[in-house]
């Protein structure tokens, strides 16, 4: 897995979306910047997904987001003061979000509902949620995190990331939590 430095070019950053992995990441590690190891995952067309650091594109208020660099290559931008501040299950689990939206090819839906004027606020819902439970269900697969973990993670998110870029997150835990208890 690659980890480069970005500084915003050649970058399509489209509508964020969030993901984590499930069928093609693994609990292999990849070291990002030898800071702190965050999970390989494989996008929906299987391409490996690289992550970069999102130092001068706009994931300021982001933990992370998914998007396709040039040419249409699957990447994670994160936000490196974030995640150097958050605890390893956080930012665990915030990758793994963001390796799901690359599984199920959220970007790519996302760009399109954008396009057809169609991504309104149950579509992002149903989007984030998805990521949420994939992410949740590869932590417990993976890592063997549980719901203290969980609520963990949804505690930092509310107290680091704006409402305005994660919809309701209280809702989100609610389903995830739901999600995480189903077999």
């Known amino acids: 897995?690659?980890?480069?430095?970005?500084?915003?070019?050649?970058?399509?950053?489209?509508?964020?979306?969030?993901?984590?992995?499930?069928?093609?990441?693994?609990?292999?590690?990849?070291?990002?910047?030898?800071?702190?190891?965050?999970?390989?995952?494989?996008?929906?067309?299987?391409q490996s997904v690289q992550y970069i650091e999102g130092d001068r594109v706009p994931v300021q208020e982001f933990a992370a987001a998914s998007t396709y660099g040039a040419p249409f290559t699957p990447v994670i931008i994160y936000?490196?003061?974030?995640?150097?501040?958050?605890?390893?299950?956080?930012?665990?689990?915030?990758?793994?979000?963001?390796?799901?939206?690359?599984?199920?090819?959220?970007?790519?839906q996302t760009m399109a509902l954008i396009e057809g004027g169609a991504f309104d606020y149950a579509a992002r819902l149903k989007i984030e949620e998805d990521a949420d439970c994939g992410a949740a269900k590869a932590g417990r697969r993976d890592y063997h995190y549980g719901a203290a973990e969980l609520k963990a993670y949804f505690d930092?998110?509310?107290q680091t990331t704006p409402e305005k870029i994660h919809p309701t997150i209280k809702l989100r835990e609610d389903a995830t939590m739901q999600c995480f208890a189903a077999p």
């Open 156 to 158: 930092y998110m509310r």
């Open 79 to 108: 936000n490196p003061a974030w995640m150097e501040g958050a605890p390893e299950p956080v930012r665990i689990l915030t990758a793994l979000h963001e390796c799901t939206h690359h599984r199920l090819d959220h970007v790519r």
């Open 1 to 46: 897995m690659t980890v480069r430095k970005s500084n915003g070019v050649g970058l399509a950053f489209a509508a964020a979306a969030f993901a984590l992995p499930g069928h093609g990441a693994t609990a292999a590690m990849a070291t990002a910047a030898s800071r702190f190891p965050l999970p390989a995952c494989t996008a929906a067309d299987g």
